[in-house]
């Protein structure tokens, strides 16, 4: 019974990130909601960093990272600490005098507006936690790495690394969903497959697997050539699969 529920809860946590409705946070306050909406009509959030000549403030990424470069503290707990009760107090009562922006910066941006009234101390400490945990000098160069790696894939491969297809086909696969092998045995010898396939991502998928009562989700949008590259990619996957079970989208 236990493992049966476990199974269902499983479900929901990953049918969950099948829609666009975004998964609430346990935790009083979000701070990269919060930060969205108190910071980011000023500081740029994205990691990395964009910059523009237009840019009314710097992005937050730029500002954390020097902060944490010029905050000395004997630890980086000690340090966390000290970021988090410097913007709590700085976004509240910006002065010069406080400020750890060069002063050519300073000219140019000018100092930053009190945000009294607009955000709690305690949302500027949610917002500056996320901001201190984010922003990361190794965690940047991780993200840069995974997009020069999405990036050497062709479109229909993006899709598949990058939505949510993986969690029911491949790990939830059998459970949730049937595996990508056993799609491609199923149209196998069936001149239509490809569009057959196409048509089912396309407008999604009900009552063609009678095992999984969940019905699949249409993925409008997607180009006809994602949608070739895929499906050609999974009716591939029976050549393979008996070989390779555990080959995923590699
Ligand atoms: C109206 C625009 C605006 C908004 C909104 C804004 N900032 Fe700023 N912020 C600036 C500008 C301009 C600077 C650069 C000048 C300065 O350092 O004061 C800045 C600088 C900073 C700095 C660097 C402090 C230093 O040492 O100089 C921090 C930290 C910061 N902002 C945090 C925040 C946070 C967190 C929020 C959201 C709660 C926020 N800001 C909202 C305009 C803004
Ligand atoms: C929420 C889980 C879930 C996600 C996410 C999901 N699928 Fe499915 N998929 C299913 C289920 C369940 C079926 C079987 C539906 C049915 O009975 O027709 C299915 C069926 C299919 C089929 C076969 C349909 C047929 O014609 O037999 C293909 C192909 C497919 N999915 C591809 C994809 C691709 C590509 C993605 C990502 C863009 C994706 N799926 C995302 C659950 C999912």
């Not at 523009?52 to 980086?76: F, G, N, Q, R």
């Not at 966390?80 to 002065?95: E, G, M, N, T």
């Amino acid at each position: 019974m236990k493992s049966a529920f476990y199974l269902s809860a499983l479900t929901l946590l990953l049918l969950a990130g099948c829609g666009s409705t975004q998964q609430k946070s346990t935790r009083h306050y979000d701070g990269e909601a919060l930060a969205k909406q108190k910071c980011s009509r000023c500081h740029n959030l994205d990691m990395p960093p964009k910059t523009s000549d237009k840019e009314i403030a710097p992005p937050l990424y730029t500002v954390t990272v020097h902060l944490k470069d010029w905050m000395k503290t004997p630890t980086p707990d000690l340090q966390r600490q000290k970021f988090i009760d410097f913007l709590a107090d700085y976004v509240i009562h910006p002065s010069r005098e406080k400020s750890y922006c060069d002063p050519k910066s300073l000219k140019l941006y000018g100092l930053m507006p009190s945000q009294k009234g607009k955000v709690t101390p305690d949302e500027v400490r949610a917002i500056a936690a996320w901001a201190y945990d984010t922003y990361d000098q190794m965690k940047m160069l991780a993200v840069m790495k995974e997009r020069n790696r999405l990036a050497a894939m062709p479109p229909w491969k993006q899709v598949l690394e990058t939505r949510d297809c993986r969690s029911c086909h491949i790990i939830g696969a059998g459970k949730l969903a049937p595996s990508f092998p056993q799609i491609a045995r199923k149209y196998a010898g069936d001149p239509d497959a490809l569009k057959k396939i196409e048509a089912s991502i396309l407008h999604g998928s009900k009552g063609k697997w009678p095992r999984f009562k969940v019905p699949m989700r249409a993925y409008k949008g997607l180009t006809p050539k994602q949608l070739d590259g895929i499906a050609r990619w999974i009716l591939e996957r029976n050549a393979s699969s008996s070989a390779n079970a555990a080959d995923t989208s590699r």
